[in-house]
């Protein structure tokens, strides 16, 4: 039996990018921290971040501004604190994994306007 998902919009705005190799840093540091599992990781088909560190471990799915949905992706990092203000005044969605953003994103070095990102939740 499949489990069922229902999709939650959690943040809508513009993609951004890591630079190369960081993300891989972050993986590794929250397994060792074991904030996430290495099955979720191997599950995950790619990597990004979000403002909330309330979604750590938590499996999202992009919808790009063409309507394309892709993932699911598996949240490993997340705003700090002091930054959160910031985050929210600049529009910010999520950042992505260099390798999601040389994808998704036109210009490497360009935001991608227009995303918005879908928490998975199992149903029941």
């Excluded at 074991?34 to 599950?43: A, F, L, P, S, Y």
């Amino acid at each position: 039996m499949t489990e069922q998902i229902m999709l939650r919009l959690v943040a809508r705005g513009k993609a951004t990018r890591y630079n190369p190799g960081i993300m891989d840093t972050v993986v590794r540091n929250r397994l060792r921290w074991g904030q996430i599992t290495k099955e979720q990781v191997n599950r995950a088909r790619g990597f990004v971040a979000l403002a909330d560190k309330q979604y750590i471990g938590r499996e999202i799915v992009l919808e790009l501004p063409s309507g394309e949905l892709a993932g699911p992706f598996l949240v490993v990092d997340c705003g700090r604190a002091v930054d959160q203000v910031h985050l929210q005044d600049i529009g910010f969605a999520v950042d992505l994994s260099y390798e999601l953003a040389q994808r998704f994103l036109t210009n490497i070095n360009m935001p991608l306007h227009g995303v918005r990102v879908w928490l998975m939740e199992p149903v029941g």
